[in-house]
């Protein structure tokens, strides 16, 4: 309990009192912390990680509970939605770049799309299912 009100009054403290004009009133106060950022995306919570060089950020418009849906887009809620709704908007976009030059030296990119990206993972995955890689066939049955 004593974690869970540290990190109340840690994030009270980062936002200002709601504004009298109505909405949800919640915004980040300019003293958000040292690494808050300018939007005001997100607030600063007292906890750090084991490292101690890294700090924990919860959300400024949901400072209370986690957000497990984005609010423009409710069918997104894992890495997994975010990729397939990606691939259906962007499948054309450019997406992973590398840059590979035989001399060591910088080259141009070379570019994977959204849509070649999952062309590729679908015939890995097909690969590690085909030779009986059970974690694999879990995943994608899932």
Known sequence: ME??????????????PPAP??????????TAGEYAHVEGYSVVLPEKLQTGKWNVYQSAQSPLRLIHRFPGNPDIGTLHDNFVYSVETFGDCNYLGTRISADGTVGDYKWMTYGQASMSRTAIGSGLMYHGILEVQMLFNS
Not at 3 to 16: E, K, T
Not at 21 to 30: E, K, R
């Open 3 to 16: 974690a869970a009100q540290r990190r109340l009054s840690a994030v009270s403290a980062h936002l200002q």
């Open 21 to 30: 004009t109505g909405g949800n009133g919640l915004s980040a106060s300019s």
